[in-house]
């Protein structure tokens, strides 16, 4: 089960620096912005894989200067609260814009 959360936390990171590596490019942010960025998006997916109430794999997490957007689906308005609510409980996190969507 150990190896299982960990392989996922390194698919995680790894996804999360490759979906966001083009930021750096366009001059958005420095790359010590960018790493603590990467780091602060793998946080809020690992916070949602480890909790059963949130569908990891439905919900986008990108994350600029600190600020946490959320897009994607929840299955309920329970689970989109839930969802903002792990990513403001997350170190690191300045603000958090939930752009889910709820359909059951």
Do not use: W
């Not at 780091?39 to 946490?68: C, S």
């Amino acid at each position: 089960m150990k190896h299982i959360k960990a392989l996922t936390t390194a698919v995680l990171i790894g996804a999360t620096v490759l979906a966001s590596g083009c930021s750096v490019m366009r001059h958005q942010e420095t790359v010590g912005s960018y790493v603590d960025d990467a780091t602060i998006t793998t946080r809020v997916k690992a916070k949602f894989v480890e909790d059963k109430t949130v569908d990891a794999a439905a919900i986008k997490v990108e994350t600029l200067n600190g600020a946490v957007q959320l897009s994607g689906f929840a299955k309920s308005a329970g689970e989109k609260a839930k969802a903002e609510a792990l990513a403001r409980n997350t170190d690191g996190v300045r603000s958090v814009r939930n752009n889910l969507e709820v359909r059951p």
